[in-house]
């Protein structure tokens, strides 16, 4: 051993310290809220941070090399873009609609399981986690407890605007599921063999889901139709919790911050229509007549009308309009109390 030796170890523990510092600061002001919640282990933290970034640097690189090449193989383009309506659907005919929220049951098991696999492989977890973090926002919107509010604890300045987007976005995932989760997961889990075979074999589905492009445009397909079509469907879907909690027309009267975004609603097959939904979760249809697009619904309508679901949940008219008529009481209070006010 040198006399040099204590010194070098000190240092490469102090660099290491440094690091973890520097590391902590930016997650916190970046992503996490406060670390009030648990962030999740090492490893997972990694397997996050990769699942993340490899697609964000794929796909620069591969219109890089598009453009450079001047072609891309249009067998790639047509798995990307039947790969982000399957599994698109996947997750809001799916996880969204019919597992978290029943609001319609198929008249065959095989075809529930197809529809979860569906989103299993759109990459966004397996579907209990899923289901079982979307219930907990639904009993806990925009207040403490929500997984993934853009308001809760964020400060109304730019920075603050700025945390709450990122968070809702894609720093939640950093953190623990909450008991309240934990418990929607067991319960679901316990309710569906599905489910369970679906949960215990996700990598594997999500590897098949990467790797299935390949079949048809080699390699092409699997940056494509695979990797980069991975980040397109998860960062819409997120844009449901952040976007759709921040920016866009409130219909219904609801008691959180749920808004109506007609762009989100266009890439995310009608998950977009989020006010809507937040008033009738249980609905199964978003958008209301065609100025609301909902892909979902216009699939959902095509499959009840061929008998393969049944038990179709739809709001009544007479609902609409007594939502409607609360958000319109509800924004003559606020005028008046503004009025006071001044
Ligand atoms: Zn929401
Ligand atoms: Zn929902």
Same mark, same amino acid.
């Given at each position: 051993m040198t006399p040099s030796a204590p010194t070098t170890g000190r240092s490469w523990a102090s660099i290491g310290q440094r690091f973890q510092g520097v590391r902590r600061t930016v997650l916190t002001s970046?992503?996490?809220?406060?670390?009030s919640m648990p962030d999740r282990g090492a490893i997972k933290r990694s397997a996050i941070t990769v699942w993340m970034v490899g697609p964000m640097v794929t796909l620069p690189v591969a219109l890089g090399y598009a453009v450079h090449r001047r072609s891309i193989d249009p067998r790639a383009v047509a798995a990307l873009a039947g790969g982000y309506v399957i599994a698109g659907l996947g997750v809001t005919?799916?996880? /969204? $609609?019919?597992?978290? /929220? $029943?609001s319609y049951r198929t008249t065959s098991p095989r075809l529930e399981a197809i529809v979860l696999l569906a989103g299993a492989m759109a990459g966004q977890g397996p579907p209990s986690q899923w289901a079982g973090t979307h219930t907990t926002h639904h009993s806990h919107t925009d207040k403490?407890?929500?997984?993934?509010?853009?308001?809760?604890?964020?400060?109304?300045d730019w920075r603050g605007v700025l945390r709450g987007f990122v968070h809702a976005q894609v720093?939640?995932?950093y953190e623990e599921p909450s008991p309240t989760t934990t418990k929607h997961v067991e319960r679901i889990r316990a309710g569906s063999a599905t489910v369970r075979w679906i949960d215990d074999h996700y990598l594997a589905i999500l590897g098949a889901g990467l790797l299935a492009p390949g079949l048809v445009a080699g390699w092409q397909g699997v940056v494509w139709g695979g990797v980069v079509r991975m980040l397109l469907v998860n960062h819409a879907t997120f844009a449901v919790n952040s976007i759709c909690h921040m920016y866009g027309q409130r219909r219904f009267e609801t008691d959180d911050e749920s808004r109506n975004n007609t762009f989100i609603a266009l890439l995310t097959q009608g998950e977009g229509n989020h006010n809507k939904h937040h008033a009738f979760p249980k609905m199964a249809y978003h958008g209301i007549g065609w100025r609301e697009y909902d892909l979902t619904a216009y699939v959902l309508r095509w499959a009840e009308a061929r008998g393969l679901i049944t038990d179709v949940v739809k709001p009544t008219p007479v609902q609409i309009a007594e939502r409607i008529e609360r958000l319109r009481l509800a924004t003559e209070r606020r005028v008046a109390l503004a009025a006071v006010a001044d």
């Open positions: 970046i992503t996490h809220r406060s670390w005919a799916g996880y /969204h $609609r019919l597992l978290t /929220h $029943r403490p407890g929500d997984p993934h509010s853009p308001h809760v604890d964020f400060d109304d720093g939640w995932l």
